[in-house]
């Protein structure tokens, strides 16, 4: 049996426990999800923010290779799976009530995260006049042609 069928226990009611215990409990939301924040490993860039499932999770810590749950299409997702750009977990880390867990990986590939072809989610910048808020692009360049890896057939 895999371990990615594994159930985690509850988290401790017991606050010392969960912010100092050993044990890791993590706490799902009302929908089942932990929070992923990923940032590479080496540089320390901020790449995405996704969400986790036990399943999720437990293939993460399973394979060393990460997993999440793709809300949009409900689905469990290998990141990295269609485009080559594994994300393989250097380091895990859990905040202290243990609802969001930090991964800091390395991305195989041209080290694109995003699925626009870029290294990270984040390229876009909000500037403000301090009324209103508008989105400027970062100037990255997509790593990859979308079209041609996300293609599907027929």
């Not at 036990?54 to 293939?59: C, D, K, S, T």
């Not at 079209?147 to 599907?152: G, M, T």
Request: charged share 25%; with cysteine; glycine share 10%.
């Amino acid at each position: 049996m895999s371990d990615s069928k594994k159930t985690f226990a509850a988290p401790s009611g017991d606050k010392a426990g969960l912010e100092e215990g050993a044990a890791f409990t993590p706490r799902f939301d009302a929908a089942g999800l932990v929070t992923a924040i990923v940032t590479d490993a080496a540089d320390g860039t901020l790449l995405m923010v996704a969400h986790m499932n036990a399943e999720a999770l437990a293939l993460t810590l399973e394979t060393g290779i990460a997993h999440y749950w793709s809300r949009s299409r409900n689905a469990l997702w290998k990141k990295g799976e269609t485009s080559g750009n594994l994300q393989t977990v250097v380091e895990m880390r859990t905040d202290c009530d243990q609802d969001a867990v930090w991964l800091k990986v390395e991305v195989a590939g041209d080290g694109a995260t995003c699925h626009t072809g870029r290294r990270s989610c984040f390229y876009r910048i909000v500037e403000t006049n301090g009324v209103s808020a508008r989105l400027a692009k970062d100037g990255t360049e997509a790593l990859f042609d979308i079209d041609a890896v996300y293609s599907r057939p027929g």
